[in-house]
T-cell receptor, first 115, second 115 residues
């Protein structure tokens, strides 16, 4: 079964600095997708970035990039030039290509951006 | 275009009553998921529908929980004889397909409070 681990319950970062949110995963499948979602205090889940297991390059979306290290089974999210609006819960998730298609989520990391 | 919608946005009920939560996925999305998020926690997978296939009910916590999806579109999650521990935000998500490479789009959630 898949498992997602986020070891940082809370993180603080100074505005305009970069921050890395950790995510490790465990799966025996070779084909899978990794996702990061942001959940602000309003509650909606906002898709941020996706990395496929066969993608050779790290995914980037604006200020978000995914540091994908397949051998270590890690998929850390890097947020550059943090903004106050980045304060939120961040969830790492994984879904395998075949078999069970539910998305498994980590416990989340609460990011607080300080002015 | 319209996103995933859920109704009601808030539901307060008494212990022992039945509740129905509704989800309208994005048009054309064949996969639909229900999750539960308790206060300050991550997302717990409940059930997954893909097209006309039998749903994956492996995440339902008890036989008081059931869900159906009519016509491959709208889904209803039913909780019978509600208990206080059922209080949570219930999130619905849809995706274009069930592939691991399809991100999920989430609705705003239904906040259920069982008194």
């Amino acid at each position: 079964a898949q498992k997602i681990t986020q070891t940082q319950p809370g993180m603080f970062v100074q505005e305009k600095e970069a921050v890395t949110l950790d995510c490790t995963y465990d799966t025996s499948d070779q084909s899978y997708g990794l996702f990061w979602y942001k959940q602000p205090s309003s509650g909606e889940m906002i898709f941020l970035i996706y990395q496929g297991s066969y993608d050779e390059q790290n995914a980037t979306e604006g200020r978000y990039s995914l540091n994908f290290q397949k051998a270590r089974k890690s998929a850390n999210l890097v947020i550059s030039a943090s903004q106050l609006g980045d304060s939120a819960m961040y969830f790492c998730a994984m879904r395998v290509r075949y078999g069970n298609n539910d998305m498994r989520f980590g416990a989340g990391t609460r990011l607080t951006v300080k002015p | 275009g319209a996103g995933v919608s859920q109704s009601p946005s808030n539901k307060v009920t008494e212990k022992g009553k039945d509740v129905e939560l509704r989800c309208d996925p994005i048009s054309g999305h064949t996969a639909l998921y229900w999750y539960r998020q308790s206060l300050g926690q991550g997302l717990e997978f409940l059930i997954y529908f893909q097209g006309n296939s039998a749903p994956d009910k492996s995440g339902l916590p008890s036989d008081r929980f059931s869900a159906e999806r009519t016509g491959g579109s709208v889904s209803t999650l039913t909780i019978q004889r509600t208990q206080q521990e059922d209080s949570a935000v219930y999130l619905c998500a849809s995706s274009l397909g069930a592939s691991g490479y399809n991100e999920q789009f989430f609705g705003p959630g239904t906040r259920l409070t069982v008194l």
